[in-house]
């Protein structure tokens, strides 16, 4: 069982604003450990989307975003568009546990 | 470029046994943190095992005892060896290379593992 919990679903129409939250706790987000997001697109890897809690690789669209406050983070989409229809996956590190920890996942769909 | 290649997945009776490896190029395993994260079908993403720079290694107690995370520097490349394997364990295995800040920031494509009778 994931240690951070995502919402299963959000849903936007065209050009919305889209927010995915992921809450953690003092062991994990809440200790100080980073948070990253994945985008996983149907039958395909993961793809790193955001780390060290807010920053984008190259070539990721400045559309994703990320922030962080206590036990929690969450992943904002602005501008949303068809091709943003994935699965999204936020992770840290959790210190009881010694394990590194994904998110339940968050189903987004594009209307 | 940065590149990982998984290979060995397959079809296997429960209660057997499984190699995975992991060919990386475009940086050394040896210096890097190198983890297997797996999919069930239809589920989420699931940490399984890492290996650390240092040649320490982790594993999720859901495999602890049963699976080995090992690598071959000469070879750059990483192995999980399966053993005990359960209905359970079926899933997509992929390696991935983790950053310093802990961001899993390269891929490979995955193999499929099934543990069916």
């Known amino acids: 069982q994931s240690v951070l919990t995502q919402p299963p679903s959000v849903s936007g129409a065209p050009g919305q604003r889209v927010t995915i939250s992921c809450t953690g706790s003092s062991s994990n987000i809440g200790a100080g450990y980073d948070v990253h997001w994945y985008q996983q697109l149907p039958g395909t890897a993961p793809k790193l989307l955001i780390y060290?809690?807010?920053d984008r690789p190259s070539g990721v669209p400045d559309r994703f975003s990320g922030s962080k406050s206590g036990t929690s983070a969450s992943l904002a989409i602005t501008g949303l568009q068809a091709e943003d229809e994935a699965d999204y996956y936020c992770q840290s590190y959790d210190s009881s546990l010694s394990n590194y920890v994904f998110g339940t996942g968050t189903k987004v769909t594009v209307l | 470029e940065v590149q990982l290649v998984e290979s060995g997945g397959g079809l296997v009776q429960p209660g057997g046994s499984l190699r995975l490896s992991c060919a990386a190029s475009g940086f050394t395993v040896s210096s890097n943190y190198i983890s297997w994260v797996r999919q069930a079908p239809g589920k989420g993403l699931e940490w399984v095992s890492v290996?650390?720079?240092?040649?320490?290694?982790y594993y999720a107690d859901s495999v602890k005892g049963r699976f080995t995370i090992s690598r071959d520097n000469s070879k750059n490349t990483l192995y999980l060896q399966m053993n005990s394997l359960r209905p359970e364990d079926t899933a997509v295995f992929y390696c991935?290379?983790?950053?310093?800040?802990?961001?899993?920031?390269?891929w490979g494509q995955g193999t499929l593992v099934t543990v069916s009778s």
């Open positions: 060290g809690n807010s």
């Open positions: 290996i650390y720079s240092s040649g320490s290694t």
């Open positions: 991935a290379r983790i950053t310093t800040t802990g961001a899993f920031d390269s």
